[in-house]
């Protein structure tokens, strides 16, 4: 087996090391009725992530965490599969499966190279996984070769403005001024962790997304509703989120 990325060697380390803190959210997500998504919680009535009719399904979660997207997308009678790089994190999921008694497969690896056939799933998604964790250049790619021709990709990520806009260090709130610039976009790396985070400008994430053989269907700039609350209150506040996307949806299907 050839050896991993470094990227993806730090992120494990990091997560395996953060997942205690997402065992609560992870529970509550497993436990609730409807989908909701991101950091403010937006509910999957506003922003449809979920295909309307996932029933027969094949579907892969890329960085799957908690299981929580999976468990939802098996809920509504798809077949999913989870991948994570996070051992610790896939501990919290299996014990998750048998505390809901839900199952499905959940893989221990880097969704940048997923040990599936071509054309093995009608529908990909991620949420905050592989779609920040990940390469692009080497995620989406191997997303596109994982659906089968039809199949649809669905991923949540932070939005370019508010990456432009945030400070170096994660106890500062972002504010109202460009931080960094947006031509080079690619990779950030943050004084206080070891982690790797990979965002693209949208020129070149189009650009990208149509290499790999996809249409772009939708992209929604997330604008949570009044009275929305979040965890990362440290970060960001609602009246920024108001005014200006933290976070987008996109929207993509595998030409035929």
């Known amino acids: 087996m050839s050896e991993l990325p470094e990227h993806v060697v730090r992120n494990r380390a990091s997560w395996n090391a953060w997942a205690g803190d997402y065992v609560d959210k992870g529970r509550r997500n497993w436990a609730a009725g409807e989908p909701a998504w991101g950091i403010w919680g937006v509910r999957e009535a506003q922003l449809r992530m979920l295909p ?11 960085g799957c965490g908690t299981g929580y997207v999976s ?5 509504r009678g798809a077949r999913p599969v989870g991948i994570d790089n996070s051992e610790a994190q896939l501990d919290s999921a299996r014990r998750f ?17 997923v040990p599936y056939p071509d054309a093995s799933f ?14 692009p250049y080497l995620w989406i790619p191997e997303a ?3 659906l089968r021709p039809g199949g649809r990709l669905h991923f949540l990520v932070n939005a370019v403005l508010l990456m432009m806009c945030f400070p170096d260090f994660e106890n500062e709130p972002v504010g109202d001024r460009l931080l960094r610039p947006q031509f080079g976009m690619h990779r950030f ?4 962790d070891d982690s790797v985070e990979f965002h ?4 070149e994430l189009i650009a990208l997304l149509r290499r790999a053989g996809f249409e772009i269907e939708e992209l929604i700039e997330v604008q949570p509703p009044e009275g929305s609350t979040t965890s990362y209150t440290d970060a960001i506040d609602l009246d920024w989120a108001r005014r200006w996307p933290c976070e987008e949806i996109w929207k993509v299907r595998r030409r035929a």
């Open 122 to 135: 009608d529908f990909a998604i991620s949420e905050y996984g592989a779609s920040i964790w990940c390469d």
């Open 52 to 62: 309307d009719d996932l029933a027969g399904l094949d579907a892969i979660e890329l």
């Open 200 to 203: 693209l400008p949208h020129g």
């Open 189 to 192: 790396e943050w004084p206080d």
């Open 71 to 75: 468990a939802w997308l098996a809920q």
């Open 144 to 146: 596109a070769r994982l």
């Open 97 to 113: 499966q048998a505390e809901f008694e839900l199952d499905f497969p959940l893989i221990h690896g880097n969704a940048e190279t």
